[in-house]
């Protein structure tokens, strides 16, 4: 059975991330959070139709077969290959930025079709995470990740990678096309060619300070202007990735 069959049958029905094998026949044990959502939330009860997606590109319609208040059983029928993944790799540096700004960063990053993203700290950015605050954030923004792949279709989590100096993350590029957010320089997006993958650094609410520009610079990146205006750093990220989208991807 494909996507489309399940869905004709079925309609409309909550998609929930559950990092599990998924076989035809067997029975999958909801993660607590889950449980919880389809149980106490949507108030669904057995025999209940559902998609589930194991984060790396398989998705399942299962039906609840168990509820109780120990464990919640999924019954799987069918297994797909999901289809909501971009051909073009995209790995996002995003400096980090207080409160919810990040987390609209990299709701919409997913959204749109992001392959990974890696927090940084940068010469102006005025976040500084230690020890356990910055695994508790990691933690937070890959469940953000993957909240975001629940409501727009993707089947792939993509990893949102520890914190880290953007020193050491431009070490680490290999990407042939690698591009980053410069409103002084003037340089419009002129890319014709699809490039194999694209790495896409946006600096933090102060902008990008003189030193990081050329580090960036002499690791191969390409200062971008997306226009006179001053983009917000968690607007930034959503208008240069469709650009992309819309030139090498699927938009």
Not at 14 to 34: I, N
Not at 45 to 71: I, M, N
């Amino acid at each position: 059975m494909h996507a489309s069959d399940w869905y004709a049958q079925h309609g409309k029905m909550p998609r929930l991330y559950v990092p599990a094998a998924f076989v035809v026949g067997s029975d999958v044990a909801l993660p607590e959070g889950p449980a919880r959502h389809v149980t106490r939330v949507l108030r669904m009860a057995e025999g209940a139709p559902l998609v589930l997606f194991d984060g790396h590109g398989q998705e399942a319609g299962v039906r609840l077969a168990a509820v109780s208040r120990k464990q919640t059983l999924a019954h799987v029928e069918a297994v797909w290959a999901g289809s909501g993944e971009s051909p073009l790799t995209v790995h996002l540096g995003q400096a980090i930025s207080k409160g919810d700004r990040m987390d609209y960063a990299i709701q919409k990053a997913v959204e749109l079709g992001v392959a990974a993203i890696t927090p940084l700290y940068t010469e102006r950015g005025d976040v500084r995470l230690k020890g356990d605050r910055e695994d508790k954030k990691q933690a937070h923004w890959q469940a953000i990740a993957a909240s975001a792949c629940e409501q727009s279709g993707r089947a792939v989590v993509p990893c949102v990678h520890a914190p880290m100096a953007l020193s050491s993350w431009l070490e680490e590029r290999q990407e042939p096309l690698r591009l980053m957010l410069h409103l002084a320089t003037g340089n419009a997006f002129d890319q014709h060619s699809r490039p194999a993958a694209v790495a896409l650094l946006i600096g933090p609410e102060g902008g990008l300070s003189d030193s990081d520009i050329a580090a960036a610079q002499a690791a191969s990146f390409t200062p971008l202007t997306l226009g006179p205006r001053v983009l917000r750093t968690e607007t930034a990220p959503v208008v240069a990735l469709s650009l992309l989208q819309h030139y090498f991807g699927d938009l």
